[in-house]
């Protein structure tokens, strides 16, 4: 088994394969940007190293970084987790040829699978059913409009390296080819560095189901059973669960041999995930996720699997150790992403102090995370802060289950999406397992989201003046030491004085620091930032939340009507249209291509 290995992530699925790393007594090494010097998948780890600013292209996108502090750590592999550099085959390449171990699928599988039109061609091959479209890229949008008259609107357009709803755009006329058309190639470009489109036809109202595969390196290929991922909103997942309530014997056993068929025909290896939409009886092959998924958790808990373990046993060379048959579905689980988002507010992100962070237990009750109570969470990265995953015997165990554990969650200081989950545990339809992927989007009464958040936000914390520290209190503070971009945590503590200041300290030599985006702020002098006052009379159009401009596609002097986009900002992996109330004239444009912004900060000022 391998003697080291370096998470090329952050968060709690860093801390999860740092954890089955530990259960196979192998050493971690993290990596983090400024903003996570205090997170806690750096505090987990055996050694952590500085990789770079908090702006993820420059610090966990960066390859160079990410090798280099590999080669400092002495590491011999290499684990992507999931987002960032996961699907990314031409960094699994570079490890490849490095002295490195890749733990994921070869770059070749990657290529051949994460190309869509790709993918789509491969399944066929093997007899998987793939939704009616277009096996290659298409240019124009009048090759979309072709698509769309032979098959009949709607039709979606979508990226090829795309994922979770980014670079996906759903045309329901001629009309809005054109502007859907330019707008999924620009979310291409901005998120996966390729701007080529496919087009098929749009499916009203699917379930999301997919499949758990593991292949080793001698010809085994097992599925472990599907998942049903159809509760999203803005096709992201917020609620899976396995295994699907919509699915009978006859069909689970169909998607599951099509997705091994699939697996074994484009040469994959490691762990990964085939993903299908079904209605009406009928499933259709959507992509495959070249890697270990966030909702990989909710499988572990009915097979008994450790899927991540096997992904270390897989890279090392080691064969599964398990037949099909030997896969067995035990019960039920629901695995409940505890988002930092108001749902109030569209899912809109929030940003603030886990001034209480108190998790469920008991029997059943399972929480990956990588916080602690009193960390800060900030705008910077994806809005997932924990995972709450309940087992049960049967679906409605799990349930009762789940309204129990969701009850006990305390979580003071910023608004999550944990009063969502309780409504949706008490609702008809998700209950009865007959919810689709519009579910949530199109068909969920808003004032009953409205209700649920008022009634059981817990997003304000009660403080206790009499909490102050006394004269004979002890104070005891972390210093934060870099030497050569690796982290040092050193432990001072003082009685009978006053609190310290928090204090990061970075030692000469190479290394990097910042304020850490977990853990105390430190307060800035007077003077450290000027304050910007914009004062104009027209419409100021703001920014509803933190985030960074990926495109302004006005000027000075334009004409604009209402609704109008005047900028499009990216905030928690989300591209966001930022729009005009009113129509007029652009007078200032206070913002540019690669700005990072705040909440209320004015963006556009129209006359």
């Known amino acids: 088994m391998f003697s080291k290995v370096l998470v090329a992530n952050r968060g709690e699925i860093a801390v999860r394969v740092m954890r089955a790393c530990r ?30 600013p908090a702006r993820a292209a420059d610090s966990y996108l960066d390859h160079d970084a990410v090798l280099e502090a590999g080669r400092k750590a002495g590491a011999d592999a290499i684990h992507p987790g999931y987002g960032f550099l996961a699907e990314n085959a031409e960094f699994a390449r570079r490890v490849e040829e490095s002295d490195f171990a890749w733990i994921g699928p070869s770059a070749d599988a990657m290529e051949r699978l994460g190309e869509k039109t790709k993918a789509r061609s491969l399944m066929q091959a093997a007899d998987v059913p793939v939704v009616p479209g277009t096996t290659e890229p298409v240019s124009s949008a009048d090759e979309v409009k072709a698509v769309a008259e032979e098959y009949g609107y709607p039709v979606a357009i979508k990226a090829e390296g795309g994922g979770g709803g980014r670079g996906l755009k759903v045309v329901h006329s001629a009309d809005d080819v054109e502007t859907q058309f330019e707008t999924a190639q620009r979310e291409g470009e901005a998120y996966f560095d390729n701007s080529s489109v496919y087009v098929e036809k749009y499916l009203e109202s699917p379930r999301h189901v997919e499949v758990q595969i593991l292949a080793d390196e001698h010809g085994n290929v097992r599925h472990l059973g599907e998942r049903d991922c159809s509760l999203q909103r803005r096709h992201q997942k ?120 108190d998790p469920p237990g008991g029997i059943g009750v399972r929480i990956d995370d990588a916080v602690r109570q009193g960390d800060e969470i900030g705008g910077d990265y994806d809005s997932m802060i924990a995972k709450l995953i309940v087992a049960a015997g049967s679906r409605g165990e799990c349930l009762a289950r789940s309204e129990r554990a969701l009850s006990e969650f305390e979580i ?132 509803e939340m933190q985030g960074t401009i990926l495109s302004v596609p006005v000027a000075e002097g334009d004409e604009i009507g209402a609704g109008e986009v005047v900028c499009v900002l990216e905030a928690m992996k989300m591209e966001n249209d930022v729009v005009t109330e009113r129509g007029g004239t652009v007078s200032q444009v206070l913002i540019d291509e690669g700005d990072s912004v705040d909440m209320d900060d004015t963006l556009v000022i129209l006359e």
């Open 23 to 52: 259960d196979l007594g192998v050493r971690t090494v993290a990596v983090y940007s400024d903003a996570d010097k205090h997170a806690g998948h750096v505090r987990y780890a055996d050694e952590a190293y500085n990789i770079g």
């Open 238 to 357: 917020v609620i899976e669960e396995a295994p699907s309530p919509a699915l009978d014997a006859d069909l689970r056993e169909q998607i599951g041999n099509a997705a091994r068929r699939g697996v074994r025909e484009a040469g994959y290896t490691n762990a990964g995930t085939v993903e299908f939409l079904v209605e009406d009886g009928e499933f259709y092959f959507m992509e495959v996720n070249t890697r270990i998924q966030v909702e990989h958790t909710a499988t572990e808990e009915v097979t008994g699997i450790d899927v991540v373990k096997w992904q270390l046993r897989i890279a090392f060379g080691e064969e599964l150790g398990f037949d099909q048959a030997d896969v067995e579905i035990d019960g039920h689980a629901i695995e409940f992403r505890i988002n930092a988002e108001n749902a109030a507010e569209d899912f809109a992100p929030a940003t603030g102090s886990l001034d209480t962070y």
């Open 412 to 543: 003071e200081g910023i608004e999550t999406i944990v009063p969502f989950h309780r409504l949706m545990v008490t609702d008809r339809t998700f209950r009865a397992g007959e919810h689709t992927t519009k579910y949530l989007d199109q068909e969920l009464d808003r004032e009953r989201i409205d209700q649920a958040v008022e009634q059981w936000s817990t997003a304000e914390a009660e403080t206790d003046d009499d909490d102050e520290p006394g004269d004979d209190a002890s104070t005891e503070r972390e210093f934060t030491v870099e030497v050569n971009g690796k982290r040092f945590e050193v432990n001072l503590e003082e009685r009978g004085a006053p609190p310290m200041p928090e204090v990061d300290v970075a030692a000469s030599g190479g290394g990097r620091s910042g304020a850490g985006a977990a853990g105390p702020a430190t307060e800035p002098d007077a003077g450290d930032e000027e304050e910007v006052i914009v004062e104009a009379d027209g419409e100021q159009v703001t920014a």
